[in-house]
């Protein structure tokens, strides 16, 4: 599965990404030690990307987890991440979690990446339900939520462990497949 638009694609973490990915997450090392603190701490070096690569695919293969890369179609460079994940197959509900590179941050990418990723979802997955997790003072990742029609629900108190070891209380958002419009 591979979805293009623009000059950019989304496709499914493969063992090739290894080396591009630990570029990626060093290079936005300050911008994901808030909210993508474990994906950071397992891709600071190529060998941990290896490894976290390889789990990752090994997850999509299972389909237990879905991490998804966004590239530029030019130089195929990673300059974002999704995943499907917290998958809850008996509810049909799963989690989306997404991040983007500086460089390319306030382009709507994110925004088009969430709204292809979530079709797929109710579409291929046969998930009934979505969630999206954002920290309050993440302004842009809500914006991409209430853009892609995910609606507030509820604070999830002490529900995130940043990079700190601080635990902070979460905003959730949800999005269900009768919103869809395919």
Not at 51 to 80: H, P, W, Y
Not at 152 to 159: A, D, M, R, T, W
Request: aromatic content about 10%; proline content about 2%.
């Amino acid at each position: 599965m591979q979805i293009a638009f623009d000059n950019y694609s989304i496709a499914p973490i493969h063992h090739k990404d290894a080396w591009r990915l630990c570029d990626f997450m060093v290079a936005n090392e300050r911008r994901f030690q808030q909210d993508f603190p474990e994906t950071l701490k397992q891709n600071l070096n190529p060998t941990l990307s290896r490894i976290f690569v390889n789990d990752q695919v090994n997850s999509f293969q299972n389909k237990t987890e879905f991490l998804f890369t966004v590239k530029e179609n030019t130089n195929r460079a990673i300059i974002g991440l999704v995943y499907v994940k917290e998958l809850h197959k008996v509810k049909g509900q799963g989690e989306l979690a997404y991040c983007i590179g500086y460089d390319h941050e306030g382009k709507g990418i994110t925004s088009k990446v969430v709204s292809e990723i979530t079709a797929w979802s109710f579409n291929d997955l046969g998930l009934h339900a979505l969630q999206i997790i954002a920290h309050e003072t993440n302004t842009a990742s809500i914006r991409i939520a209430e853009k892609n029609g995910f609606v507030y629900q509820k604070e999830l108190p002490k529900s995130h462990r940043r990079f700190n070891g601080e635990l902070v209380n979460m905003q959730l958002y949800q999005r269900y497949k009768s919103n869809i419009t395919v």
